[in-house]
């Protein structure tokens, strides 16, 4: 599967963007999709993922602020950032897996498949 991240931008504190990650190739409905974020200098991290099954996990730092979904008919999964902070610059990358990663899907070696990511840079 194929995956592209977009909807990367320059925001003030406060603002709100939404990210989407288009996928082509594979049965989309059955992929597990995570977002992940690094910032310069450091380590790439968790921030949320949506599995096949509906489900939702958000890494703590964006809890309540970050919404992930998916519309499985589009091939397409979101994750709309609200009340943005700087410390939220990072290029997000979207990733899939058609494996069972329940237990790991927090983690980036979980994934098989990634997109190109997308800069978010928020301004203070």
């Known amino acids: 599967v194929q995956l592209q991240a977009s909807g990367g931008g320059l925001v003030q504190a406060g603002a709100s963007l939404t990210l989407s990650c288009a996928a082509s190739g594979g049965t989309f409905r059955r992929y597990t999709v995570g977002w992940f974020r690094q910032a310069p200098g450091k380590e790439r991290e968790f921030v949320s993922v949506?599995?096949?099954?509906?489900?939702?996990s958000y890494a703590d730092s964006v809890k309540g602020r970050f919404t992930v979904s998916r519309d499985n008919a589009k091939n397409m999964v979101y994750l709309r950032m609200n009340s943005l902070k700087p410390e939220d610059t990072a290029v997000y990358y979207c990733?899939?897996?058609?494996?069972?990663?329940?237990?790991?899907?927090?983690?980036?070696?979980?994934?098989?498949?990634w997109g190109q990511g997308t800069q978010v840079t928020v301004s203070s």
């Open positions: 990733a899939a897996s058609s494996r069972s990663i329940y237990s790991t899907d927090a983690s980036a070696g979980a994934y098989d498949y």
């Open positions: 949506v599995r096949w099954t509906g489900s939702t």
